[in-house]
């Protein structure tokens, strides 16, 4: 008897934790039955169908979300016809909720696990061995029906089983005893299910149970992966810090037995954080820890709409705590298309999210999800949603489909000029033209249409040039404010192979003679370079990079305050080794004017032995 159980992921750097927790939950020895198969929806179904034909299996369970339903439903009619009598299961969210409807329309299906599925599988698993082994013995199995009927959680094509009772967390088994599957891909952990909130348009809604997993186990495989080095974990936990004795125990440990490297994610909800949380936070290494914060809208109308209960002040404030620590990485989200909201109220809430200052800001679009409280009142909220996977929406009583469309140009320019975080001194100059962040992201959005700019182009500069001819169009006196301003964003990425068109010559004799007696000196003293000892001149220019510049572009704030020079306000010093852990950005060091004159006379004495 072979069991296949199937994950179609989204990408290939992701993994799906649920089909490891079924085999992991049955055991070592009832494990050997079951065998795990990985797939993408980037690739062709009938490429996923030949290798689960060459896998031979005698029952296929797919793990079904709203990223890969449509695929797994292509798949179906098609399978018995490669594998005739193979046994089909579905489970997961996306069939949890209209099980019987779609038992009717795919007959070939033998039924679908409801909820939470592990000691449902394990008993799944144990029915069909016992069946295996009756026709091994050539004994009917006719006695069989009645005992797949007995397995709770189940949907079968006679009816729904009672209920599976909820999961003790401490009882499941860890997935990751065996790295080699996960290498190179996000890790996933579990050391909480439930939620404890009602939020309209979550699914987490329904189960209001919060079950904490035994903190010495959690500890143990915290210290897994810390030992392992991996670099990057993501809690799945739905709100982190409900429980605050075991947010706080969590991250002691890791600020304990921090290992430098791994990154992990938590999505909390930050107005509920507590000053003793707050100071624990601020002690962490830089890039340990990042938090993922649901704001959603900025509406109190809204706000109340969707279930949730939230102090916008007091999370603002939180966020601007955390962010003066400067050591951990936020993500805040919003999400278009709620009850209340329209076009003009989401600009409002993107504004004031805008301004806390997330690292990342996702401007997401409502999914009127199958089991949600949303699903319940679409109609009431005159909300329409595609039908079809990631129901997503279309239009509500406040938003029509136009300003949907609208707000979805505006999150590509979000996600290309501030999420990509390679904007960061640009965007703040050129805010000061327009009445809102909003606004400029809008009129962004309308001039890469209205120019028949490529959204999708992967060059880099490309978006930098794009940037610099909305800026000219904008504020043309500035221009040579906004090359400079790009050149510092660049070069605050990467050092790089070609210079773009933008930037300034920095083959003028002048320039490159102040550039070499700088490097001379650098060898000599380093003054600025510590830790490059052994390096010579040219190689030191090859590792880092120094740009002239005549606006003071590091500090966006005092830019306008800048007059015209008739030499370089100062140079900037780019080391890449030193970069960042939160942002990426090189370690700069500003070198005045002055300084450079006093080490070009510097080296002309240690010319001269001096």
């Not at 329209?342 to 200052?357: I, L, N, T």
Request: net charge negative; proline share 5%; hydrophobic share 35%.
């Amino acid at each position: 008897m072979k069991f296949l159980l199937v994950a179609i992921n989204a990408k290939y750097i992701h993994s799906n934790p649920a089909i490891y927790s079924l085999k992991a939950f049955v055991g070592s020895k009832a494990g050997r039955e079951v065998e795990l198969a990985e797939y993408t929806i980037n690739q062709y179904s009938r490429e996923i169908l030949a290798d689960i034909y060459h896998r031979k299996p005698d029952a296929v369970g797919f793990s079904c979300y709203i990223w890969n339903w449509d695929m797994v439903r292509e798949l179906l009619p098609e399978l018995p016809k490669v594998l005739p009598g193979v046994k089909l299961w579905l489970g997961g969210p996306e069939v949890s909720f209209d099980a019987d409807k779609i038992l009717r329309e795919f007959p070939q299906l033998s039924g679908i696990m409801i909820g939470e599925g592990e000691q449902t599988f394990k008993e799944l698993l144990a029915y069909y061995s016992a069946e295996a082994s009756e026709e091994t013995l050539g004994e009917t199995a006719g006695v069989q029906d009645c005992a797949l009927e007995r397995i709770r959680g189940l949907c079968l094509p006679g009816g729904y089983t009672p209920p599976r009772e909820l999961t003790n967390m401490s009882e499941t088994p860890f997935l990751y005893e065996d790295m080699k599957p996960f290498a190179n891909r996000i890790l996933y952990y579990e050391s909480a299910r439930g939620c404890p909130y009602r939020c309209s348009y979550c699914l987490s809604a329904i189960d209001r149970k919060v079950r904490l997993r035994d903190m010495d186990i959690v500890r143990k495989e915290l210290q897994f992966f810390l030992d392992s080095r991996v670099p990057q974990v993501k809690f799945v936990d739905r709100t982190f810090n409900c429980d605050h004795q075991h947010a706080m125990e969590v991250w002691q440990y890791l600020y304990e037995h921090d290992n430098g490297v791994t990154n992990f994610h938590f999505e909390i909800s930050a107005d509920i954080l507590r000053e003793d949380e707050l100071q624990l936070l601020q002690k962490l290494r830089p890039g340990l820890v990042q938090l993922e914060i649901g704001v959603q809208s900025a509406n109190p109308r809204t706000i109340a709409a969707i279930n949730r209960v939230m102090d916008l002040d007091r999370l603002a404030g939180i966020v601007a705590r955390i962010r003066e620590g400067r050591n951990i990485h936020q993500h805040l989200d919003l999400i278009a298309g709620l009850p209340f909201e329209d076009y003009e109220s989401f600009g409002r809430s993107f504004d004031r999210v805008y301004a806390m200052g997330p690292d990342q800001l996702q401007l997401g679009f409502l999914k009127v999800l199958k089991g949600s409280p949303m699903h319940d009142k679409a109609e009431e909220y005159g909300i329409c949603y595609l039908d079809r996977p990631p129901y997503e929406v279309l239009s509500t009583r406040w938003l029509s489909y136009k300003d949907i469309l609208r707000l979805k140009q505006v999150e590509e320019m979000v996600e290309l000029y501030y999420n990509s975080n390679q904007f960061t001194h640009t965007l703040p100059f050129l805010e000061r033209l327009f009445s809102s962040p909003f606004a400029m992201f809008e009129a962004l959005a309308g001039f890469y249409e209205r120019t028949g700019r490529a959204v999708g182009s992967s060059a880099r500069v490309y978006r930098y040039q794009a940037l610099l001819d909305f800026a000219k169009e904008q504020d043309n006196a500035n221009e040579a404010a906004y090359r400079e301003l790009l050149t510092y964003d660049l070069y605050l990425r990467e050092k790089l192979k070609s210079r773009p068109e933008f930037a300034g010559d920095l083959n003028a004799p002048w320039v490159k003679v102040a550039i070499r007696d700088f490097y001379k000196e650098e060898e000599r003293t380093h003054r600025f370079l510590p830790g490059y000892e052994g390096y010579d001149w040219r190689q030191l220019g090859k590792m880092t990079h120094l740009e002239p510049f005549w606006h003071p572009v590091w500090n966006p704030k005092d830019m306008e305050k800048q007059q015209p020079a008739q030499h370089p306000l100062a140079y900037i010093l780019f080391d890449y080794r030193s970069k960042s852990p939160l942002t990426g950005e090189a370690a700069v060091s500003v070198i005045s004017w002055e300084e450079m004159q006093s080490m070009k006379e510097d080296t002309g004495r240690s010319r001269n032995g001096e």
